[in-house]
């Protein structure tokens, strides 16, 4: 039924009828937007922008080949608009400029329909929309950006974008290794790809987050300087289930982190990690609801206090030990897999969680060790469980005593629970 509707309906009446549909809901914005000020502060809305798609239709139209008439009207168009704005400077004393480039984006909506696919046209027009009503928006936006934010995104850009294709892909080091300069850079760029996400999603759009969401966000960063940043906080805080529920969340978004680590560098081993995790992840979910709405103290609970769970996480010093400590221990599980096999690289997995274990979990996923998958599986896992020693350890010793017991008895089932995940892949 379409098709045939298409076949007996010009091409062309169906392209002047999306140009002046698009014109007119560009028009019809255009009047929303200054439905409060006096007609002069404008040169027009929904006829006057509907008219300007036809003119560009008609214009495109007599002469599609060359484009020459399109191109006259569009300067004629350029012309009556800069006295427009001219007008506007010296009588109204306003700069602003949306409106005529809306116009001019408006006259080439007929070339854009000819040329693109329809998909496109429909993105400009919304994105055009859409930018127009956002004024507000932006400029509240734009507000919370301080001098280091863009340095910050261009640091990213620079990481990604620009030094990590220049690298070359060829092993440099042992071929059991399997180490490159692209497949390190990449792997300090997949890290610092999740620490950075993490941090805008904190600063921009939950600036005013409470304790709780501190520790989801933080988790994606790092849960153990997460750990850290609240139990050191924790007297401060007055909040002391909320904390402990904090905290635990904190690693169960580890987890999730490190599942996506491992998904980007080695399917075969996220999926086998994904039963474990999952299971980790709804316990330690539990935990912290458990200590969140059920736990009682005798301490005042008053409203969470919003603060910063992490610095800026694309600071050089920070890649700089990302990218040592990723050498080391390329390094350092090749010569323990050469001279002690599985049982070694079990121990290492053990030692390695009282550090990061990100540069040693995506060096197990990059190489080509000649051990099996569960193996690896296995001392990641193990890897995990000793970091969860690690950041108790750092909660017992660190944090208000009203909190010791419970982070005790939360990290503690984490702990048991994870040797007994590592120890059913031995059977």
């Known amino acids: 039924m379409r098709n045939q509707i298409i ?3 010009p091409s062309t ?3 002047f009828l999306l140009v002046a549909v698009f014109s ?3 028009g019809l914005e255009q009047r929303r937007y200054y439905i409060k000020q006096e007609l002069e502060s404008r040169f027009g809305t929904d006829r006057t922008f509907m008219l300007i798609g036809i003119l560009g239709f008609v214009f495109y139209i ?7 008439l399109f191109m006259f009207g569009g300067l004629a168009l350029i012309v009556l608009l800069g006295i427009c704005y001219y007008q506007k400077i010296v009588v109204q004393r306003q700069f602003g400029i949306t409106s005529i480039l809306t116009a001019l984006i408006t006259y080439c909506l007929t070339p854009l329909i000819y040329t693109q ?3 496109l046209v429909l993105l400009i027009v919304v994105i055009v929309l ?3 009503e956002s004024k507000e928006v932006l400029f509240q936006f734009s507000k919370r950006f301080d001098k280091e934010e863009f340095i910050t995104l261009a640091k990213f850009l620079l990481l990604a974008g620009v030094i990590l294709p220049l690298l070359p892909d060829k092993n440099i080091l042992a071929p059991t290794l399997n180490f490159s300069p692209y497949k390190f850079w990449l792997a300090i760029v997949a890290v610092s790809g999740i620490s950075y996400c993490s941090y805008l999603l904190k600063k921009f759009v939950f600036p005013n987050s409470g304790v709780i969401l501190t520790g989801i966000l933080g988790g994606l960063y790092s849960s153990t300087a997460t750990t850290i940043i609240l139990v050191r906080k924790s007297k401060d805080l007055q909040e002391e289930h909320k904390t402990v529920a904090a905290i635990i969340l904190a690693t169960s978004m580890m987890y999730v982190r490190l599942f996506l680590l491992a998904l980007f560098f080695n399917k075969t081993i996220a999926w086998m990690l994904a039963p474990s995790f999952a299971i980790s992840i709804m316990v330690s979910a539990v935990i912290a609801i458990y200590f969140c709405k059920f736990y009682t103290n005798k301490s005042i609970i008053t409203r969470a206090k919003a603060f910063q769970s992490h610095n800026n996480p694309l600071e050089f010093k920070t890649a700089l030990l990302f990218g040592v400590l990723f050498i080391f221990f390329a390094f350092l ?3 323990v897999i050469r001279n002690y096999g599985v049982d070694g690289i079990n121990l290492l997995s053990f030692i390695v969680g009282m550090t990061d274990i990100g540069p040693f979990l995506i060096n197990l996923l990059q190489s080509k060790w000649d051990i099996e998958n569960t193996v690896i599986v296995t001392a990641i896992l193990n890897a995990i469980t000793s970091n ?3 950041k108790m350890i750092y909660g017992i010793t660190l944090s208000d005593k009203s909190i010791r017991r419970p982070l005790a008895i939360g990290f503690g089932i984490l702990i048991v629970m994870g040797l007994l995940l590592s120890f059913v892949l031995h059977l």
């Open 117 to 119: 696919p329809i998909w």
């Open 388 to 390: 969860n020693l690690l």
């Open 333 to 335: 599980t090749g010569f």
């Open 130 to 132: 859409v930018m127009t």
């Open 7 to 9: 076949d007996i309906v």
């Open 24 to 26: 007119l809901l560009i």
């Open 62 to 68: 007599i002469v599609p080949q060359t484009m020459i």
């Open 13 to 15: 009446m169906i392209n």
